[in-house]
């Protein structure tokens, strides 16, 4: 549904200049939550930006539904722009307009009908569980609460696809939570796409479906999170993923004996459910133990990672390793003493 | 003496109230048209400055200049300075009516330039939202703009109008009309200094009362 072909945007600032984004190329599909993720500085609000057409790019092209909207300019671009629902971090709330008009808003500027706004927003305030506070104004509300209408307001004019910019960056990790459950809840139920840009693994992990990482202003890696998040190709995917503890493999590789060996098992979906631990120590003369480990949800589905030592005759080790590959385990020696 | 003296007040009573009736008047009509004026100014000023939402570097350039250049003529000039457009708008350049003119011209760039001011207060990111929903720049300047900068203007506004009134003092010393003009007059040129007294008085409770009255409406207009 969009289709971002070799965009690029130079910021310029007398005689300096940023290359903000380099020949950057990525498609959407309809009905996706698809994550942006990247440090600071990345490039990845720029493309949102550019995507959103609120900053012009100086190449490439931006296919929302097969219109290249970069071509657009005045009333075609206005009303182009109406298929598009923005989430800022910091909401960019009517301060002196109420909840229901902020949630309006969107619809005012199409010049709806009074009684299908009533409805529509309504609708809207119910579906983020803000009946309540209708007609409060924001100044009154939470940072969540503030989300919640940002969020409302993105999709008043039934978008087709919503970039959230940092939507839960300025939020506390609870309130995080509740906004993106709200999130997924709303992409199953209306199946309008979503873009998320973040710096936080655990929003990519908990929403998204597909990433793809940015650095320097490129995409550095992309596909499915699962993939991306066991088997990354680039050390700055490696590192987000790092963060999360568990895949921290360095922290082990010390005071390996003879006959020992320690490896990184992960494992994805229902392989992760299976009781492959005590399989492997009741079939095989091995010892085990667990030196780090876990278990999450990610990409829609769960994955996991532990960190085992494992010692015994090497045959029987080589055994184990062949019954964890065949029920579906990833391996990945991290230091084996014998060779 | 003067206390019982029923002629004596009467007589003062009735300078009073022309002179107040002619400054409300002067100030009234001046204030309306400058703030209308302004705003108009001063949303043009904002909405063609580079990086605005209707970016014209050019137009920009040239207004604000011209705003500039009203801003710097002394006012006691400008209304000597505006009496022929006095005469062509109002038939005459003596007396309260005519002072409106030079009154309204005068507070227009200055109104002008609080506006703008007013405006660069709101943050880009709620205009990025009405850019995203498809707003017209008329749409952003009549559901974003005004609604969300709606206190600071008024508090703009109220400080424009106490400004007019000291202003419109100003035009009494040259035929204005208005309280200056009876001061000047009575006051001082025939040694009234009772009179003088009063005025002073009436003046300061009338910036009083309107700097409060502003106060309260711009305090009911902040929802933030």
Same mark, same amino acid.
């Given at each position: 549904?969009?289709?971002?072909?070799?965009?690029?945007?130079?910021?310029?600032?007398?005689?300096?200049?940023?290359?903000?984004?380099?020949?950057?190329?990525?498609?959407?599909?309809?009905?996706?939550?698809?994550?942006?993720?990247?440090?600071?500085?990345?490039?990845?609000?720029?493309?949102?930006?550019?995507?959103?057409?609120?900053?012009?790019?100086?190449?490439?092209?931006?296919?929302?539904?097969?219109?290249?909207?970069?071509?657009?300019?005045?009333?075609?671009?206005?009303?182009?722009?109406?298929?598009?629902?923005?989430?800022?971090?910091?909401?960019?709330?009517?301060?002196?307009?109420?909840?229901?008009?902020?949630?309006?808003?969107?619809?005012?500027?199409?010049? /709806?009908?009074?009684?299908?706004?009533?409805?529509?927003?309504?609708? &809207?305030?119910?579906?983020?569980?803000?009946?309540? /506070?209708?007609?409060?104004?924001?100044? /009154?509300?939470?940072?969540?609460?503030?989300?919640?209408?940002?969020?409302?307001?993105?999709?008043?004019?039934?978008?087709?696809?919503?970039?959230?910019?940092?939507?839960?960056?300025?939020?506390?990790?609870?309130?995080?939570?509740?906004?993106?459950?709200?999130?997924?809840?709303?992409?199953?139920?209306?199946?309008?796409?979503?873009?998320?840009?973040?710096?936080?693994?655990?929003?990519?992990?908990?929403?998204?479906?597909?990433?793809?990482?940015?650095?320097?202003?490129?995409?550095?890696?992309?596909?499915?999170?699962?993939?991306? &998040?066991?088997?990354?190709?680039?050390?700055?995917?490696?590192?987000?993923?790092? /963060?999360?503890?568990?895949?921290?493999?360095?922290?082990?590789?010390?005071?390996?004996?003879?006959?020992?060996?320690?490896?990184?098992?992960?494992?994805?979906?229902?392989?992760?459910?299976?009781?492959?631990?005590?399989?492997?120590?009741?079939?095989?003369?091995?010892?085990?133990?667990?030196?780090?480990?876990?278990?999450?949800?990610?990409?829609?589905?769960?994955?996991?990672?532990?960190?085992?030592?494992?010692?015994?005759?090497?045959?029987?080790?080589?055994?184990?390793?062949?019954?964890?590959?065949?029920?579906?385990?990833?391996?990945?020696?991290?230091?084996?003493?014998?060779? | 003496?003067?206390?019982?003296?029923?002629?004596?007040?009467?007589? @003062?009573?009735?300078?009073?109230?022309?002179?107040?009736?002619?400054?409300?008047?002067?100030?009234?009509?001046?204030?309306?048209?400058?703030?209308?004026?302004?705003?108009?100014?001063?949303?043009?000023?904002?909405? #063609?400055?580079?990086?605005?939402?209707?970016?014209?570097?050019?137009?920009?350039?040239?207004?604000?200049?011209?705003?500039?250049?009203?801003?710097?003529?002394?006012?006691?000039?400008?209304?000597?300075?505006?009496?022929?457009?006095?005469?062509?708008?109002?038939?005459? @350049?003596?007396?309260? #009516?005519?002072?409106?003119?030079?009154?309204?011209?005068?507070?227009?760039?200055?109104?002008?330039?609080?506006?703008?001011?007013?405006?660069?207060?709101?943050?880009?990111?709620?205009?990025?939202?009405?850019?995203?929903?498809?707003?017209?720049?008329?749409?952003?300047?009549?559901?974003?703009?005004?609604?969300?900068?709606?206190?600071?203007?008024?508090?703009?506004?109220?400080? #424009?109008?106490?400004?007019?009134?000291?202003?419109?003092?100003?035009?009494?010393?040259?035929?204005?009309?208005?309280?200056?003009?009876?001061?000047?007059?009575?006051?001082?040129?025939?040694?009234?200094?009772?009179?003088?007294?009063?005025?002073?008085?009436?003046?300061?409770?009338?910036?009083?009362?309107?700097?409060?009255?502003?106060?309260?409406?711009?305090?009911?207009?902040?929802?933030?």
């Amino acid at each position: 549904m969009l289709s971002v072909r070799n965009l690029s945007k130079t910021y310029k600032n007398g005689a300096e200049r940023f290359q903000a984004l380099k020949n950057v190329s990525v498609d959407i599909e309809g009905g996706e939550i698809f994550g942006f993720i990247g440090l600071s500085g990345a490039g990845k609000t720029s493309l949102a930006r550019c995507i959103s057409m609120l900053e012009q790019s100086d190449g490439g092209e931006i296919l929302l539904d097969g219109v290249d909207m970069t071509k657009l300019t005045g009333q075609e671009l206005r009303d182009k722009r109406k298929k598009l629902g923005l989430v800022f971090q910091h909401f960019n709330l009517l301060m002196n307009a109420t909840v229901f008009d902020n949630i309006a808003f969107p619809l005012s500027i199409d010049k /709806k009908s009074k009684p299908y706004i009533k409805d529509k927003v309504d609708g &809207l305030l119910e579906l983020v569980g803000l009946t309540d /506070k209708r007609d409060s104004y924001p100044s /009154k509300l939470s940072g969540g609460q503030k989300q919640r209408v940002g969020i409302a307001r993105a999709l008043a004019a039934d978008p087709e696809l919503v970039i959230c910019d940092e939507a839960t960056s300025s939020l506390d990790p609870e309130t995080t939570r509740s906004i993106l459950e709200l999130i997924k809840r709303i992409n199953t139920k209306t199946g309008v796409t979503f873009i998320v840009i973040t710096h936080e693994m655990d929003v990519i992990k908990e929403l998204c479906s597909r990433v793809a990482v940015m650095e320097d202003g490129e995409i550095i890696e992309q596909g499915p999170v699962i993939d991306v &998040l066991t088997r990354p190709k680039t050390d700055t995917a490696r590192r987000f993923f790092d /963060k999360t503890g568990v895949y921290d493999t360095s922290a082990f590789i010390k005071e390996i004996k003879p006959g020992e060996i320690i490896v990184k098992a992960t494992f994805i979906g229902d392989s992760a459910l299976k009781p492959f631990i005590s399989d492997v120590i009741r079939s095989f003369d091995v010892n085990l133990s667990i030196l780090s480990g876990g278990i999450e949800p990610a990409g829609g589905t769960v994955v996991g990672a532990l960190i085992l030592k494992i010692s015994g005759s090497d045959g029987a080790l080589a055994s184990s390793m062949q019954y964890f590959k065949e029920n579906g385990v990833g391996i990945e020696v991290i230091n084996n003493a014998s060779l | 003496m003067q206390v019982f003296d029923l002629e004596y007040w009467s007589q @003062t009573i009735g300078i009073l109230m022309r002179g107040t009736a002619d400054t409300l008047y002067m100030v009234g009509f001046a204030s309306l048209f400058a703030v209308i004026a302004g705003l108009v100014l001063g949303i043009l000023l904002y909405i #063609t400055n580079p990086g605005g939402i209707r970016a014209m570097p050019v137009l920009n350039r040239v207004l604000g200049v011209i705003v500039n250049i009203g801003r710097s003529i002394p006012f006691v000039i400008l209304i000597i300075a505006v009496f022929p457009l006095s005469k062509f708008i109002v038939g005459t @350049t003596i007396g309260s #009516t005519a002072s409106i003119v030079p009154l309204t011209i005068s507070a227009i760039p200055f109104v002008a330039r609080l506006v703008e001011a007013t405006l660069n207060e709101l943050g880009f990111g709620i205009i990025e939202v009405a850019i995203s929903a498809g707003a017209t720049p008329m749409q952003i300047v009549f559901k974003v703009l005004l609604p969300e900068s709606a206190s600071g203007l008024v508090s703009a506004f109220t400080i #424009t109008v106490i400004n007019i009134i000291g202003y419109s003092a100003m035009a009494g010393t040259i035929g204005g009309g208005g309280l200056g003009d009876t001061a000047i007059r009575l006051g001082y040129q025939r040694f009234r200094t009772d009179i003088m007294i009063y005025i002073i008085i009436i003046l300061v409770i009338l910036v009083q009362v309107i700097q409060l009255l502003g106060q309260y409406i711009a305090r009911k207009l902040d929802k933030r």
